[in-house]
């Protein structure tokens, strides 16, 4: 199959590369004015003269060396805000490079403890790579599981498109996730001029935090992303092995294809717990990501009461409206019975049937 990973992840990253400079250079260039009076200058001039009014109202306080430090973080803050080439030396630099950096030496502790082919998942571009062979794989199992069946078997058709759909699914979602975290990390540097000078003001350093805070987060999904991938790939390898084998000679039968359905959707589930991971470690809230049960609840719910009673109907099922009316019920038949059998029923029986 033509699809390959390895070569949509770098078109991704040469693309958001060349934005985020791009991006940033423009909005440095809005907020300084083009070579006049702007924004940002603006900002810097009524800071000092606000920390300038204080000092003459004597309600700032603070050594010499703490205003000199006021005065040099005003300035980096005005420089980071404003130059490209200070903030991909000391920003940029740190912020892109760093999850490939923890996720390599993530990858290498996870390598060393295993064998086979997933020894060589040691690198960001190796575990591309390893999820590109299990695409390949799924791909290949399904042609060799018609063939083994027979091709005018219909259920090997369904069970081949069963294999293929989970297979996307979790290929798709790391895919998904890898793309997501890294996109929204470049739009949050792209916008790093205006949440930097906001730095400046006490009251609007808040916005700042927030968008640190959001950055974190978006670091922390790509690094669990490929740690979790590695570690997957490396304690589901033999599986995948066999199937391949099995490929080759065109043998595939329910017996090596059933396991992988299973650990496609038990890597599906586990990915998306990773965006609630990662915000907990960054401070942030969860990203939402798709989610099968938030997709089943929306459709189930935009059907109405009617549809869902028509469709569980066909089903042999019913709604939940239906089971409480259904226990409600019981309850009531059961104090009836109850109260048939008490001493209470029988003495006011007895009276209105025997009036003397």
């Known amino acids: 199959m033509n699809f390959n990973i390895t070569t949509l992840l770098q078109q991704v990253d040469k693309f958001g590369n060349n934005y985020v400079s791009q991006a940033y250079q423009n909005l440095a260039s809005a907020l300084t004015g083009g070579g006049q009076v702007g924004v940002a200058g603006l900002m810097l001039t009524l800071y000092v003269i606000f920390w300038a009014i204080s000092i003459w109202q004597g309600t700032s306080t603070g050594s010499g060396k703490e205003m000199v430090w006021r005065l040099f973080r005003a300035f980096v803050i005005y420089a980071l805000a404003t130059s490209w080439g200070d903030f991909q030396t000391y920003a940029y630099s740190f912020a892109n490079d760093t999850p490939s950096a923890i996720g390599n030496s993530l990858l290498t502790s996870v390598s060393a403890n295993v064998t086979g082919t997933s020894a060589g998942l040691n690198s960001v571009n190796s575990v591309q790579t390893a999820l590109q062979n299990i695409w390949d794989s799924l791909a290949n199992s399904t042609s060799a599981f018609i063939k083994s069946l027979g091709v005018l078997n ?128 960054a401070g942030g809230i969860g990203i939402g990501t798709p989610s099968f049960g938030r997709f089943y609840g929306g459709a189930f719910a935009a059907m109405g009461q009617a549809g869902q009673r028509r469709l569980m109907g066909r089903l042999g099922w019913s709604t939940r409206q239906e089971r409480l009316a259904g226990r409600e019920r019981a309850r009531v038949s059961l104090a009836q019975r109850r109260y048939e059998d008490s001493a209470e029923y029988a003495r006011l029986s007895r009276k209105l049937t025997d009036p003397a």
Do not use: H
Not at 156 to 182: D, E, H, P, Q
Not at 192 to 207: D, E, S
Not at 244 to 250: F, M, P, V, Y
């Open 154 to 281: 219909f259920g090997g058709y369904v069970l081949a498109a069963i294999i293929l759909v989970v297979g996307a699914l979790l290929i798709g979602y790391a895919i998904f996730l890898i793309i997501l975290s890294k996109i929204f990390l470049w739009l949050l540097l792209a916008l790093a001029p205006v949440f930097i000078i906001l730095m400046l003001f006490g009251y609007t350093t808040r916005f700042f935090a927030g968008w640190i805070t959001a950055i974190v987060q978006y670091m922390c999904v790509q690094i669990l992303v490929y740690a979790f991938c590695a570690f997957f790939i490396s304690i589901t390898q033999t599986y995948f092995d066999a199937v391949n084998r099995s490929n080759g000679a065109a043998t595939t039968t329910l017996t090596e294809a059933a396991p992988l359905i299973l650990i496609c959707l038990v890597g599906v589930l586990l990915l998306s717990q990773i965006t609630n991971v990662a915000a907990s470690l």
